[in-house]
């Protein structure tokens, strides 16, 4: 079982910056993956950014280049560092964690979300 806490979230102007965190807790060490990922009004959710258990990240295309993911699956927090927001970036934002069981099962985990906000 993994639980998952955010915090961060708010309004913001176009332009502005944001800092969201996630912390994870876990009743048996299995995080693989981290992730925050966003969903807006009538869309899909969609990915913002992920870090795996070696270190690699990786963005989703609309974020790239303004937004940074720091923290690592050892110390089971993941910050996102958001610049330069749009007005499109406006969603529930939600942190992910993907736990592994030995040898192949998969489990998602979601926080309860974030609402950010950007508009003048």
């Known amino acids: 079982q993994v639980q998952l806490a955010e915090s961060g979230g708010g309004l913001v102007q176009p332009g502005g910056s944001l800092r969201l965190s996630c912390a994870a807790t876990e009743d048996t060490p299995c995080i693989s993956v981290m992730a925050w990922y966003r969903q807006a009004p009538e869309k899909e959710r969609e990915l913002v950014a992920r870090i795996r258990s070696t270190g690699s990240t990786n963005y989703g295309d609309s974020v790239k280049g303004r937004f940074t993911v720091s923290g690592d699956i050892a110390s089971k927090t993941l910050d996102l560092q958001m610049s330069s927001l749009k007005p499109e970036d406006t969603a529930v934002y939600y942190c992910?964690?993907?736990?592994?069981?030995?040898?192949?099962?998969?489990?998602?985990?979601w926080g309860q979300g974030t609402q950010v906000t950007v508009s003048s």
């Open positions: 992910y964690a993907l736990c592994t069981i030995w040898p192949d099962h998969e489990y998602d985990y």
